[in-house]
Every structure is written in C-alpha cells, then in structure tokens.
C-alpha cells in the first residue's frame, strides 16, 4: 500500500469546519482512500473512503484532488468530541488486507 | 447491536508467562483482523482471519505468537513466553466481509512486568 503524509497536529475552534489534509503521492489506480479516528482509549472508529469522487455522509466529507496525490477530511462544525487522532489510509479494495495506519493527525478542538 | 469486545479489557503478566486475549466480532462478520498499538503509535497489523482460516500472518513479530479462530467467530490471541516488549494495546476488529469498513474492538492493554 502507498504511504501517507499528514500533518502531526491541528487544533480548530468549536463549531468551526475541520480541514484535515493528506498526501498519498503515490497512490495507485485500484487504492482508495480511507479515514478513520481514534479517540483517546477507544479503538479506532471508520469514517468514510472514497476512489475519486468526492464523497459525503453523516460524519464528514472526503474531498479528493483529480489526480489523487492529496485529499482533505473536512468536518463541517467540529465540537469538542471530535478531538482525537484522525488517520489518512491508502489500501486496495477487494483484496481483503489490512489497514496500515501512520502516525495520523491529532486534532484537538478548543472552545 | 452488539459491537466488537475483547475480553480482558487488561492484563498485567510476569515475564515468561503465557496469555491469551479474547476477542467477540459483531455477530455475521466473516473477517477478522488483530492489531497491536504501542503508545503514541498508530495500530499495527498481525493477522487476518477470513472465516476460520489465517489468510493472513504476515504481521505476526514472531513464532511466539500464535492466533486461532477455530468456529468462524470468537477469535483467541495467543502469546507464549512474554516479554516486556509485548507490552501494547491489543485491537481486534471485524467486517461484515474482507471488502467493507472494519469496526474496532476497544482493545486488551497488555502490561508484560
């Protein structure tokens, strides 16, 4: 799988979007990108994975650049329980492996 | 539902000793992955189930470690002779099959003394 590169740490005010951004530079044609978190003592939680399409759920959204170097986890109003470890990861759909986690982004919302 | 547990939620061993981690996946889930997650640390795979059999143990350090899922379902981490180093959070996660999201346990920390 290809190798990440984020950000060590952000911070972001309440109710105010979060912009996490990630570079996967070498990326291949059947990897996707996919988010997870993990909040302190909890394991991690998945948020959303996306080929190229940008893509929208409940949680957050996935903004991927068309050539796929980069993308952006964006949390629309970030509270204060959105503070955790947000990781970026590349992995190939359909090929059942594992999920290799970097060092990820340590997001801390402040009021 | 019912998500993924891990039993127990600690475990604090000597040196030498051998310990197994449990781990209950979301109840039809067909995959099974352990990860291990030292501090400050991002998890680090060890093993894959799909269904009973090891699909793969690429991430397993060593022969000291060893992992079985014998019906399909509860999964039993297993580790002979402990060493301090060992000492690490011990995920589990499962998914419904090898293609969609997996849903973490919230781990076993294991202390090796």
């Known amino acids: 799988d290809a190798k990440t590169t984020q950000p060590t740490s952000m911070d972001c005010a309440e109710g105010r979007a979060a912009n996490l951004p990630c570079n996967h530079s070498?990326?291949?044609?059947?990897?996707?990108v996919y988010w997870y978190r993990q909040i302190h003592s909890q394991g991690p939680q998945y948020i959303i994975h996306?080929?190229?399409n940008n893509e929208t759920n409940e949680m957050a959204s996935l903004i991927i650049t068309e050539d796929r170097k980069s993308s952006t986890l964006i949390l629309p109003h970030a509270t204060l329980r959105d503070t955790a470890v947000y990781y970026c990861?590349?992995?190939?759909?359909?090929?059942?492996?594992?999920?290799?986690f970097g060092g990820g982004t340590r997001l801390m919302v402040k009021p | 539902g019912a998500g993924v547990s891990q039993t127990p939620s600690n475990k604090v061993t000597e040196k030498g000793k051998y310990v197994e981690l449990r781990c209950d996946p979301i109840s039809g889930h067909t995959a099974l992955y352990w990860y291990r997650q030292s501090l400050g640390q991002g998890p680090e795979f060890l093993i894959y189930f799909q269904g009973t059999g090891a699909a793969d143990d690429s991430g397993l350090p060593n022969d000291r470690f060893f992992a079985v899922r014998p019906e399909g379902s509860v999964s039993t981490l297993k580790i002979q002779r402990t060493e301090r180093g060992d000492s690490a959070v011990y995920l589990c996660a499962s998914s419904l099959d090898r293609d969609n999201e997996q849903f973490f346990g919230p781990g076993t920390r294991l202390t090796v003394l």
């Open positions: 070498t990326i291949s044609g059947n990897e996707y």
């Open positions: 996306g080929l190229k």
């Open positions: 990861i590349v992995r190939v759909y359909n090929a059942g492996n594992m999920l290799t």
